[in-house]
Structures are given as C-alpha cells and as structure tokens.
C-alpha cells in the first residue's frame, strides 16, 4: 500500500478506483455510494449537501490517518481547506483539487 486518501465529492468512483489500481487504500466520501465503490474503499459514507463535509471528513479523520483528501465532482471548487480546522480536521494532510494540482487530479 502506498498510503491512505479520502476522496470526497458527489460521485467519486472513478477517483476511488483510480487511487485504488494505483495502490492507495481509499475512503470515499460520496452522494452516491453505488455498490462497487464497495470494492474499492476501505470505508465510505454518504451525504445529502455539500455543508455536511466538514463532520463527515472530521469523523473519518478521527478514526484514520490520510495521506490526502482530494475533492471532486461537485465538491472540486469547493475550499474544503477554509471550512476544516487546520490540517483537515486533524489529518495533517492536504487538501488536493484541481486547481491547485492540476498535475495531480
């Protein structure tokens, strides 16, 4: 395993499943959750609007440690980094979207 991330938008299998193949263990946080974000996720929760983010990242972030949280489809202009606490609520880790690591995502 190369590390952990937390991939959290409206649909995000294709960004699971990519981080998946690549070797990361992956946590979703998706409106979503259809079945097969099953196969490739170690835990994901569902949400109803994009406010909830905050709690949902908080509470998978007491619980693992992430190497990255990457915000996508729908949430991707969204400034997860400004509504968290510092360090996405205590992950230590980055906040990645598209404009900032337009390399990366």
């Known amino acids: 395993m190369k590390g952990r991330v937390l991939v959290a938008?409206?649909?995000?299998?294709?960004?699971?499943?990519?981080a998946y193949a690549a070797g990361y263990e992956v946590c979703a946080i998706d409106h979503f959750c259809d079945q097969d974000l099953s196969w490739y996720t170690k835990e994901y929760q569902t949400f109803e609007e994009?406010?909830?983010f905050p709690d949902l990242i908080g509470d998978l972030c007491a619980r693992y440690t992430f190497d990255a949280i990457v915000s996508t489809s729908g949430a991707e202009d969204m400034d997860l980094g400004g509504h968290l606490p510092r360090d996405a609520a205590g992950c230590g880790c980055p906040v990645l979207h598209k404009d900032q690591h337009p390399g990366i995502l």
């Not at 938008?9 to 990519?18: N, P, Q």
């Open 9 to 18: 938008g409206f649909a995000t299998r294709h960004v699971v499943r990519s």
């Open 50 to 52: 994009l406010a909830e």
